[in-house]
């Protein structure tokens, strides 16, 4: 990601990319605003920018600089997290002081992303300060925090502060479309209004409907073989959720099959699961089962009635299992 696919008000992309090409890019900036702005995600792209090598548009994306960044091996990016205990104590800010006059190993800019800084205390911050003031050259300060009025007001008059908003929920929308090409377009766009617009909430909140898609679907797998039916109908019943959650459980379940698969023909698999049914079942079963699992997808596509639906995939793995 670089500033043209970052989303984010217009004011802040305009500025930084006016600031990316000119000779005077702030030595310190403050970037604020609220969780699941993208503060570090832009944090991330300014630091690219300082180490990339290209000389055309930074950050390139390609050239050593932006892969060692990307991978997080650069030797000329410091990060330090407030939400590892004592990242942002006065000594670690003096050590991030003293480290700081010393030359980039090979990157022009030297970086230094001090992250969520809503509870740095007022003696870290003055002991920024003193290289703030006076700042070595090549060297450049992103801290990000909730509200820059958090920080000290010396602290702030010393550096470029840009404020991130959430864009307009379909803007978000359109951003989390091609984050998540297979997932359905109407369930994202209501993930965006959900929370506003704000991005980092709204994959929140889809990934996590994924980890509990993902759980239901090695429970559903793990109980085709062990469980009675009515225990598994149980389990098939919980697809009543929504129809996008029974859509990414079956494609879970079609991933814990290809597993089956790779048990059955000898392959060393670590869902117990597709041991067990590896054990249990012929390979044509199994490929039985994937056919319908496959085909329960198609009729979740239809307007099939949810809660039909669960018992309707309920009796139709029973009978690949025992018919
Ligand atoms: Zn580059």
Not at 138 to 164: D, G, H, K, P
Request: aromatic content about 6%.
């Amino acid at each position: 990601m670089d500033l043209k696919t970052f989303v984010a008000n217009e004011t802040v992309l305009y500025e930084l990319s006016h600031a990316m090409n000119s000779d005077t890019f702030p030595h310190a900036i403050i970037i604020d605003g609220a969780a699941g702005t993208g503060k570090k995600t832009l944090a991330d792209i300014i630091a690219r920018y300082c180490v990339c090598l290209s000389d055309g548009e930074k950050p390139c994306g390609h050239c050593p600089g932006c892969l060692k960044a990307l991978h997080g091996t650069h030797t000329d990016i410091f990060i330090a997290d407030g939400n590892t205990p004592g990242a942002l104590a006065i000594d670690a800010i003096r050590k991030i002081r003293s480290d700081a006059y010393i030359v980039p190993n090979e990157a022009p800019k030297k970086v230094y992303e001090i992250l969520d800084c809503d509870k740095i205390q007022a003696a870290a911050q003055n002991a920024l300060l003193k290289i703030l003031e006076e700042p070595p050259k090549n060297v450049v300060f992103v801290l990000t925090v909730t509200s820059a009025n958090m920080l000290l007001q010396t602290v702030r008059s010393r550096s470029r502060i840009y404020t991130l908003y959430p864009p307009a929920p379909e803007q978000a929308a359109q951003f989390l479309r091609e984050l998540y090409p297979d997932k359905d377009s109407e369930e994202l766009l209501s993930a965006a209004r959900l929370t506003d617009g704000n991005i980092g909430k709204a994959i929140q909140t889809i990934e996590s409907g994924s980890e509990e898609a993902k759980a239901l679907a090695d429970e559903i797998m793990a109980a085709v073989t062990t469980k009675r039916e009515y225990d598994l109908l149980l389990l098939t019943s919980r697809l009543s959720a929504g129809r996008e959650f029974a859509s990414s459980v079956l494609d879970f379940m079609l991933e814990d099959v290809g597993e089956c698969i790779r048990a059955s023909v000898g392959l060393p698999t670590n869902l117990k699961a597709a041991q067990d049914i590896a054990a249990k079942l012929s390979p044509k079963r199994v490929y039985k089962l994937a056919d319908n699992i496959e085909n329960a997808k198609n009729v979740l596509k239809s307007n099939v009635n949810l809660n039909f639906f669960g018992t309707w995939l309920c009796a139709v793995l029973k009978s690949v299992v025992s018919g």
